[in-house]
């Protein structure tokens, strides 16, 4: 794309106004911080409804519809996001650098820029090394972008908003695809809360033959494919950003997975990931490019070896993911230093349904017809993303800081 490079200054508001919600204290107003934009779907998700009394002394930033949000935290996160109407006149946190466009640049181009590679590499690479991760609104600002045009400007805002769409509707077909699992499991046997079916009740201590905990070995340039929290999330592993661990031959026939194997997440800052389950299949690690055959997992990881004869780890894993399988596993959760915790102890005495082997394995059969559709979902999705990210480095690859 041919056109002049500007910074960011040179085509926002040089001032888009503050406030400080504690002079009216009595009046109600939305507040946002950093953690209530999402930064995958880059939209404000987690606005709060707060009186000016209880105003956090971050809540100073006025924000218009068509700004756009900046985090200038953790940059590399790229938490952004474009104000829509309902908050127009609302408050910010002092976390954003907030753009007001000019009559130069459309508000969706600027908003697309900010997503970009060039963008967020630029803002990232000012921040290495540092103790602190964060950047000044004047670095965001400091940022040069494109500027063709106006109406270039419409006809790339066109493009992209067609690509992200596309993106969008992927994302919402994976997201049914993924309820189909509980609903499946609620219509077999029934609200684990109730137990309208009179199963047999047992606690997981009693259907597992080995707990264990992971290694805690750093990672290397060499070693075998290690599982973290991340690549547990639920219904079944994702294997993305795996690392290396290198460990003594003992210890990998100590660690090593097998099919069937469950992994829980046993201590996070964040107690929605405590307890968190996924059932190991060396297939998908082989798909993803990794020997599936010699895979191990890390120490914030518990690993349960079942007794195969009475439980079925699909099963298991679809019960303890249930709302109520997750207020049982929350109930057994300690906490520490700000860290959510749970031992093997902990997860021995959750008490849960146990129909028979066999309608467990009936459940198991219909859950891979359903994972199969799930699978070619996220690839739809993964392909769409990808696509869309190509179009929008390309459109902004000739940024720098």
């Known amino acids: 794309m041919s056109a002049q490079r500007l910074k960011l200054r040179d085509v926002v508001e040089s001032s888009t ?14 507040y946002v911080d950093v953690a209530a934009v999402d930064n995958v779907g880059k939209r404000i998700a987690g606005q709060r409804s707060i009186i000016g009394a209880e105003a956090p002394s971050r809540a100073r930033k006025l924000i218009r519809t068509g700004d756009i949000l900046v985090s200038t935290v953790r940059p590399n996160l790229n938490a952004v996001a474009l104000v829509p109407d309902e908050l127009d006149g609302q408050v910010a946190s002092t976390g954003f650098c907030v753009l007001r466009a000019t009559a130069k640049v459309i508000p969706e181009y600027l908003f697309f820029f900010v997503r970009s590679r ?21 670095q965001v600002l400091d940022q040069q972008l494109p500027l063709p045009p106006i109406a270039e400007q419409r006809r790339i805002v066109d493009i992209l908003s067609r690509a992200e769409g596309i993106v969008r509707l992927r994302r919402e077909a994976q997201k049914k695809a993924a309820e189909i699992i509980p609903a499946l499991f609620l219509d077999m046997f029934g609200d684990p809360a109730t137990n309208p079916k009179g199963w047999h009740v047992a606690t997981l201590g009693g259907l597992v033959a080995e707990f264990r905990y992971g290694t805690s070995q750093k990672s290397g340039p060499e070693g075998l494919p290690t599982l973290r929290i991340p690549n547990v999330v639920g219904d079944r592993l994702e294997p993305s950003d795996m690392k290396l661990v290198d460990v003594p031959q003992a210890e990998r026939d100590r660690l090593r997975l097998r099919n069937g194997d469950l992994l829980f997440v046993r201590t996070n800052g964040n107690p929605d990931y405590v307890g968190r389950s996924a059932v190991f299949e060396g297939e998908i690690m082989r798909a993803a490019g990794f020997d599936g055959d010699n895979c191990i997992y890390a120490s914030y990881l518990i690993r349960a070896r079942l007794r195969t004869d009475v439980a079925n780890p699909r099963f298991l894993q679809a019960f303890l993911s249930s709302a109520e399988g997750r207020r049982r596993l929350k ?51 993964a392909k769409a993303e990808a696509t869309f990210d190509a179009l929008l480095a390309s459109t902004f690859s000739t940024a720098s800081g």
Do not use: W
């Open 17 to 30: 106004g503050t406030c400080n919600p504690t002079k009216t204290p009595a009046k109600t107003f939305l």
């Open 331 to 381: 109930e057994r959760c300690r906490t520490s230093a700000g860290q959510y915790n749970i031992n093997t102890e902990g997860l021995a005495s959750v008490p849960l349904l146990l129909p028979p082997i066999h309608t467990q394995e009936a459940f198991e059969r219909r859950c891979s017809e359903v994972l199969g559709f799930t699978g070619q979902q996220s690839a739809a999705t």
């Open 118 to 138: 060039a963008f967020v590499g630029g803002l990232s690479s000012l921040v290495a090394g540092a103790m602190y991760p964060a950047v000044s609104d004047a």
